[in-house]
């Protein structure tokens, strides 16, 4: 007598970032005998044009205004604690987190943090600067912080982001998992969509998709493609029809510098991530390298270019792949690099004047509501969309995957070993909810300051060409 086995559904993963390798990872690790992956990325891995490889740092924090996210970055952290794939990349430094004057951000946090069973350390109502200094004497110019709100968290800390990707995909290929990393046979120009009874390949938006094209020309066939391109979800329209403006892509500046002096290092190591609400945030040494990094969040970056299928209306993110050699390649815009400096003089005097290097744009898709997009396409049966991480998507590496699958209803079967425990039905009916396609406050959002919450949104080439700074006064006020 024969058995009869089902085929493996095959599954195509596009993007590997945090959102597309995290899900590759957790099919290959805990389902592999029923599916069948293969992950395919534009760039030699890690990306250089990822947000989640192509960076020295990130934080890991719970600290949301939302339960429903701070109880994700919970789970998130436990296994950045106990899997090994990932825990020896993860720093425990914990996290001061400010806001300016006025900003009640900080005060959600806090209520949001008790509810999930978290205590946070405050620094009292009176000398508060002071006290800041008592604990952490690298940090703050007392006089420049009259009136700030702040705490620190030592449930946080933060990870470097390449070297956890880079573990991540050893274990995937280790399993056996399929990748392929390369600008024509990793990057896909096409879906391959059947419409009814008509079995032609064509761009149409609506019908079933059998697979992808990549820029080699070749096709790829599957029952389900996973688009996690990240802020690249804008760059050809017919990959994600219909998607309009639920994803912005945004660039933001980042800058590094060195600490040579091993006085001066010693007295920053154990310092916290500092988090100045939507003014940016910078990270304590790396003990291997002595590089530190501040990212700014004060304003946000655009590209306006129109792709070869026509204006998205959002702009698309510019790859950082595409300025090799270029005079912008290691640049970011000097209003940029002046917004740095001005943080660094109110948080960290004494590094305010550091020669900056390894400077660059690094780019995310925002949503206008702030929450992921993961969902299956309304129109187009077998495609579905993971992306959206708005700033915050990195910190789940290890776990996004699995809320990914459940999200999609991807896999039916227990996932045996997993650190991370099943969502309850409750947990993933929130997840379709807030991660839906479509969502009304994502659709027809034209400002694109709504995806930065209000920050201002500038042109990067415009930026990058002009050393017009003085707009960074003004910009600084209205955010104080
Ligand atoms: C400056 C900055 C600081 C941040 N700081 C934090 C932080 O401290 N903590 C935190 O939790 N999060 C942070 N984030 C957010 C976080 O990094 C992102 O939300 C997350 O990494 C996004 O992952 P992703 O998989 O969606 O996209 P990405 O990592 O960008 O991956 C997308 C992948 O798709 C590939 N791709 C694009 N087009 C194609 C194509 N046509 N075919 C094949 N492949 C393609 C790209 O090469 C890339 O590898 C930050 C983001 C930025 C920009």
Redesign the pocket.
Known sequence: MTTHTAPKKRIII????????STALYLQRYHKQHVDVLL????PF??V?????N?T????RPDYTDSFYSNLAKDAMHAWSTDPVFSSHYKQSGRLAAAAPGVPFLQRCRETLKTVGLEVEEFGEMDKAQNLKKKFPMLGDVEKLKGWDFYYNPHAG?AN?KEAVISAMKEYQALGGKFIGDSKR????DNLIVDGDDNQLAAAITGRIVGVKTADGRAHHAEHVIY?????ST??KT?LPGLETQIHPT??A?AHWKLDDPDELKAWLHHPVVDMYHFG?FFPPDPSTHLMKL?LGIMGFTHDHETDDGDTGVGIARANSALAGSSHEGRIPPIAEEGIRWILSHWAPSLAQKKFFDMKM????MTPDGGWLIDNHPQVQGLSV??G????????LPVVGQFICEALNLVQTEAVGSVTPRSTDHRKRQMREKWKWGRKGNLNVKDRRVALQGRPILNVVEHLESDRCHDIDSIIRSRL
């Open positions: 596009v993007g590997a970032g945090a959102f597309g390798l395919l990325d534009s760039q890690p990306s044009d990822s947000a989640s490889g960076d740092s990130r934080a890991i933060w982001p990793g990057k896909v120009v996690a391109i990240g802020s690249f760059s050809q990959l660039g933001f980042i945030y990212g690094c780019w995310d898709a993971a992306t991480g708005s700033g915050h998507g990195f910190k789940f």
